[in-house]
């Protein structure tokens, strides 16, 4: 009896050379849902009205090792649609193949051996050049790389690139040829087999573009697979391109050379001008002009059926067969990411730990903390400025308490809180609307994961959450004159840190959960209001109807107040009453308490309320980070 024979797969595949990678693609199509166009009102009172959007219909294509193929066409066309689908990068209803030597490749295979150039490059602004590289190779290469290599292999990517001037220049200062150089540093870093590049000449001059794009075709002739997508490529431009890859609608209408796509389209009675750029020549025969939809879109369809009839869309689709069938090279072969130390077979590359990612992660947030110490030292003083103002008027409150002053005290207890509460809370709402896009993009490209990211978040903002509630308790204890010594004033502060703390951790999982600040501050304002009902000071605790006195123990508000409360009511055994036997009297510092409805002994109730809202509020924020990465289309 034969035994069974393994299944084949990619990873096992012991090869080779980096010159015998064949990357196809076959009926590649790709729906998106939008709202249909229509007034919200009207949706509101329907229901939402979807519709399915087909951006690729049925794309074929192949590209060899040692070429750099531009794909080209007009705005919608679907070129960066096409170009994330086939780098695996796209998030969305996939139909088709993608292959390499024939073999289906998958997400995780396609990351490691290929890198990914956006046409925004999104990063931390306030790095340097060289930090940014420092932190991308820890990230990207293989852990067992030593220190050493990767500053080495930086080194000489920064020399081949023309960077070595601007290594010290942070992001933000950059120009932008430079910035699309230090993209394409970044992805050389673990020298990937297949390059993707998307509209990487877009914002540079015609010099700046063209240095660019040599520097990917030098690449292509080391044996790489090159494909960008372009729009509007400078005149020469595309002369540098070994083929080009022709969209229209979603469409291909042609891929080739250059010489044979304007031999296609003479063949079709469209002949380029000589003095005309062979880019926009096309383009503009792919466009659909307003006013003349309906013969364009004729004019369209026309060319991309006469492609695929043609000796050029047969040669393609002859290709791909080929390629599947393991003629191509003479048989399948597989690539693996070349390294300066000899080859790394991709079953064999070591991923960085979670624990390196936090390590890092950690540096990079606070190099960037650190660069913007200007904007943080600015808020901690007019934190605390606001809490000399909010001070001022209760100077000395201590002194003889009497039924007027209990009023006043148990103010300054609610406005110490709700002041910490508003200024940490709404201090992090920008945090994750401005990281969302590249924080998206990195995950999707497998750089880091979502929890070593949200622990480091939670690290650099951490100590800032405790520093300086505390010594803005401080202040306010000595202006005040609170009483307790410096046992009540650990005991005071301590709520005032863990109010501050929870309410950093609730402004995350907000701003986590929203694309824009605004809104997420309009969701903010009611849950605050909500809970600011239960701070003791607008309804008596102790009397809430059944319905709603659970809604209390939601309120880091009524925790934090109720706990500074017990510390300080707890000084008073005795509180003067009027001479008046008529007025009534509250006469220690226990009736206080019950007065508002707070119960003595719960401060430390509280203090465990404040921690769960801390850790609530970051395991939502935490999750609900790690669904926007899984489900959010990143292109």
């Known amino acids: 009896m034969m035994k069974p024979q393994p299944r084949e797969s990619v990873n096992e595949i012991a090869v080779c050379s980096a010159r015998n990678l064949c990357l196809t693609w076959r009926n590649i199509s790709y729906t998106v849902k939008r709202r249909k166009a229509g007034s919200y009102l009207m949706d509101f009172l329907r229901g939402r009205r979807m519709e399915y959007i087909e951006l690729l219909h049925d794309v074929n294509g192949v590209v060899k090792s040692g070429t750099i193929m531009a794909i080209l066409g007009p705005s919608g066309a679907g070129k960066t649609t096409l170009l994330a689908t086939i780098s695996k990068r796209i998030k969305g209803k996939t139909t088709g193949d993608v292959l390499l030597n024939g073999k289906t490749v998958d997400r995780d295979l396609m990351s490691r051996i290929s890198g990914f150039v956006p046409q925004e490059d999104l990063a931390v602004e306030s790095l340097t050049v060289q930090e940014h590289m420092e932190f991308m190779a820890r990230m990207k290469m293989d852990r067992r790389f030593r220190n050493a290599a990767r500053n080495l292999k930086i080194e000489i990517l920064f020399s081949d690139l023309g960077l070595i001037e601007s290594k010290n220049t942070k992001l933000c200062n950059l120009s932008g040829g430079e910035r699309k150089r230090v993209s394409l540093a970044v992805q050389l870093l673990t020298e990937p087999s297949i390059l993707f590049c998307d509209e990487p000449t877009t914002g540079l001059d015609s010099y700046s573009a063209a240095i660019v794009v040599k520097t990917l075709r030098e690449l292509a002739t080391r044996g790489r697979v090159v494909v960008c997508s372009l729009h509007q490529p400078a005149s020469g431009l595309l002369e540098l391109f070994h083929e080009v890859l022709l969209l229209a609608s979603g469409n291909v209408a042609f891929q080739g050379t250059v010489a044979d796509a304007s031999t296609f389209f003479a063949s079709l009675d469209h002949h380029c001008p000589a003095t005309f750029n062979h880019a926009e020549y096309f383009v503009s025969q792919l466009s659909i002009t307003r006013g003349k939809e309906e013969e364009c879109t004729k004019k369209i369809n026309l060319i991309c059926q006469e492609f695929k009839k043609s000796n050029y869309g047969k040669k393609i689709l002859i290709m791909i067969d080929n390629s599947i069938k393991g003629q191509s090279n003479g048989q399948h072969q597989m690539i693996y990411p070349m390294f300066s130390e000899g080859i790394l077979p991709v079953s064999d590359f070591k991923k960085i730990r979670s624990f390196t990612q936090l390590e890092w992660l950690t540096w990079r947030n606070y190099l960037d903390y650190k660069r913007n110490l200007s904007t943080i030292l600015f808020r901690f003083s007019m934190y605390m400025i606001i809490g000399v103002v909010l001070a001022t008027p209760y100077i000395n409150v201590t002194d003889n308490i009497d039924q007027r002053g209990i009023q006043n005290m148990q103010g300054l207890m609610y406005l110490v809180v709700t002041e910490t509460v508003f200024t940490f809370n709404y201090a992090v709402f920008y945090t994750f609307p401005k990281e969302m896009p590249f924080l998206l993009r990195d ?43 410096l046992t009540g004033f650990l005991l005071f502060s301590i709520p005032v840190v863990l109010c501050a703390t929870s309410a950093t951790a609730l402004g995350c999982s907000v701003s986590a959960a929203f694309k824009s600040i605004d809104t997420a501050s309009l969701l903010s304002v009611p849950i605050d209001f909500l809970t600011l009902i239960f701070s003791g000071i607008y309804l008596h605790l102790g009397n809430l109807p059944p319905r709603i006195a659970w809604l209390k123990y939601i309120s880091q508000f009524y925790y934090s107040t109720e706990a500074i409360s017990l510390i300080q009511w707890s000084e008073y055994n005795h509180i003067n009453c009027p001479d008046d036997p008529d007025e009534p009297c509250v006469s220690s510092g226990q009736e206080v308490l019950e007065k508002y409805g707070f119960v003595p002994g719960n401060y430390y109730t509280d203090l465990a309320g404040l921690i769960a809202i801390f850790t609530v509020g970051h395991l939502a924020g935490f999750l609900v980070i790690r669904y926007r990465s899984q489900k959010e289309p990143v292109y």
């Open 443 to 485: 995950m999707a490209s497998g750089l880091y994961h979502p929890a070593p990211y949200y622990i480091s978040k939670i690290a650099v903002l951490i100590p800032g959450s405790i520093i300086q509630p505390f010594l803005y308790a401080a202040l306010i204890y000595s202006i005040a004159g609170l009483k307790g010594g």
